[in-house]
T-cell receptor, first 115, second 118 residues
Framework: AQSVTQPDIHITVSEGASLELRCNYSYGATPYLFWYVQSPGQGLQLLLKYFSGDTLVQGIKGFEAEFKRSQSSFNLRKPSVHWSDAAEYFCACNAGGTSYGKLTFGQGTILTVHP | DTEVTQTPKHLVMGMTNKKSLKCEQHMGHRAMYWYKQKAKKPPELMFVYSYEKLSINESVPSRFSPECPNSSLLNLHLHALQPEDSALYLC?????????????????FGPGTRLLVL
């Protein structure tokens, strides 16, 4: 069965600093990978997704993520964090097939931004 | 436009009440989803509708009753809920991509309904 691991439960960065949120997946074939962001009490907003092709994908709000098959990782990055980026971030995987319709989520990483 | 709307935003109900949550999308998506999310946890899938038919029920208690009256609307009827059902209920929708077995289907989420059961 597929699984997604976000090793960091909580990350704190200073405004203007760079950010990297880690995501590791476990799945035999090429997974379809997503990053979502959730502000407190809100729904999930899609930041970016990887299906195939270029392993560096660009998303909204200045985020990017890199798919590394050798490391089974799909880490999210941002060169300079803004206070408004404080939120919870979820990495997710969709294997399709017998798991049709089922996104497998990581446990989430809460990002705190210090001024 | 990737907007999914949900009403109401907040709902407080007693354990004997009957209420409904509503979800709407106008993106032409033919798959719609209900999720339950507890604090500090990822969303948990409850139901999936494909082409207005229930395709997945993740062993959800019968006090939750989904309904998909047309391709744009999804309801969740609530009856005799328990305090532990208090949570954020999220709706999502996606295109259906049979060529990938559903794997390429990007789900777009609504803002959620915050439910409190007293």
């Amino acid at each position: 069965a597929q699984s997604v691991t976000q090793p960091d439960i909580h990350i704190t960065v200073s405004e203007g600093a760079s950010l990297e949120l880690r995501c590791n997946y476990s799945y035999g074939a090429t997974p379809y990978l997503f990053w979502y962001v959730q502000s407190p009490g809100q729904g999930l907003q899609l930041l970016l997704k990887y299906f195939s092709g270029d392993t560096l994908v660009q998303g909204i709000k200045g985020f990017e993520a890199e798919f590394k098959r050798s490391q089974s990782s799909f880490n999210l990055r941002k060169p300079s964090v803004h206070w408004s980026d404080a939120a919870e971030y979820f990495c997710a995987c969709n294997a399709g097939g017998t798991s049709y319709g089922k996104l497998t989520f990581g446990q989430g990483t809460i990002l705190t931004v210090h001024p | 436009d990737t907007e999914v709307t949900q009403t109401p935003k907040h709902l407080v109900m007693g354990m004997t009440n009957k209420k409904s949550l509503k979800c709407e999308q106008h993106m032409g998506h033919r798959a719609m989803y209900w999720y339950k999310q507890k604090a500090k946890k990822p969303p948990e899938l409850m139901f999936v509708y494909s082409y207005e038919k229930l395709s997945i029920n993740e062993s959800v208690p019968s006090r939750f009753s989904p309904e998909c009256p047309n391709s744009s609307l999804l309801n969740l009827h609530l009856h005799a809920l328990q305090p532990e059902d208090s949570a954020l209920y999220l709706c999502a929708s996606s295109q259906i991509d049979g060529s990938s077995g559903g794997a390429r289907e990007t789900q777009y989420f609504g803002p959620g309904t915050r439910l409190l059961v007293l």
